[in-house]
């Protein structure tokens, strides 16, 4: 009796062994299909997977709550287990994938060149709010008090174009001149700077309109403010009213 319950113990234990030696299963979140990276994942790209816990690799999702709606920030494969590395909420994706994901709907983009005078003596930074002034020529009628007849000819109009614009991006390149000075330095160099602005298509238009026809300058707006300025026109003989 004896040997038969050290018996009994001896292979009790031995198949406890091997019941904890056998790998053990848990579920992972697979990709259903080849995902882009920042591309919105949607319920049907991804799906809940069986393996081994040896399999596993690190950082793994385990349920699609924690991707679905998320975005890509790095392309995935099909049949790959999703990275928790891998997804990432819309704005950082914006970041890691392509800069099209921080445009708000409805807007567009448009870049300008500008200078030190225009860019407000290069204080702007990516985030400020701007208005638009815009310069530029204007058929104009000075009306004869007399008879009421208009002579027509042109003036030059100063007035805002764009009020509270915010500024997406900023990039600067420095230019240097061919030509080199008497102790062999570069005789020049020119500073280029772009600014990037969200807006409405129409206003885009307007933009790429006055800046090949006339000339732009931008004024730097207040956190604070909330008031839009003055729209009316300046011109040669609105000093008068000074």
Not at 40 to 49: A, F, N, R, S
Not at 172 to 186: F, H, L, N, P
Request: net charge negative.
């Amino acid at each position: 009796m004896i040997a038969a319950v050290a018996t009994a113990l001896i292979v009790f234990y031995y198949l406890k062994r091997i019941e904890a030696s056998r790998p053990v299963q848990t579920t992972v979140i697979e990709a259903v299909q080849d995902i882009p990276s920042g591309t919105q994942i949607l319920p049907g790209m991804v799906q809940e997977t069986a393996v081994y816990e040896t399999d596993v690799i690190p950082s793994a999702v385990t349920t699609t709550d924690d991707v679905v709606g998320m975005y890509a920030s790095a392309s995935m494969y099909a049949g790959e287990q999703v990275s928790s590395k891998k997804v990432t909420d819309q704005s950082a994706s914006s970041s890691a994938a392509s800069f099209s994901y921080k445009i708000p709907k409805g807007m567009r983009t448009v870049t300008i060149a500008i200078d030190p005078t225009t860019s407000v003596a290069g204080m702007l930074q990516v985030g400020d709010h701007v208005d638009i002034i815009a310069t530029y020529q204007k058929a104009a009628a000075d009306r004869d008090g007399s008879d009421g007849d208009l002579s027509s000819g042109s003036e030059t109009v100063t007035r805002f174009i764009a009020d509270n614009i915010e500024v997406a991006a900023l990039d600067q390149t420095i230019v240097r001149s061919e030509g080199s000075s008497e102790d062999g330095q570069d005789s020049s160099e020119q500073t280029y700077t772009t600014v990037t602005l969200f807006v409405t298509p129409e206003l885009a238009k307007a933009l790429v309109y006055e800046n090949a026809t006339g000339s732009l300058v931008f004024t730097l707006r207040s956190p604070d403010e909330t008031e839009n300025p003055d729209h009316g026109e300046f011109t040669a003989r609105s000093m008068e009213e000074f």
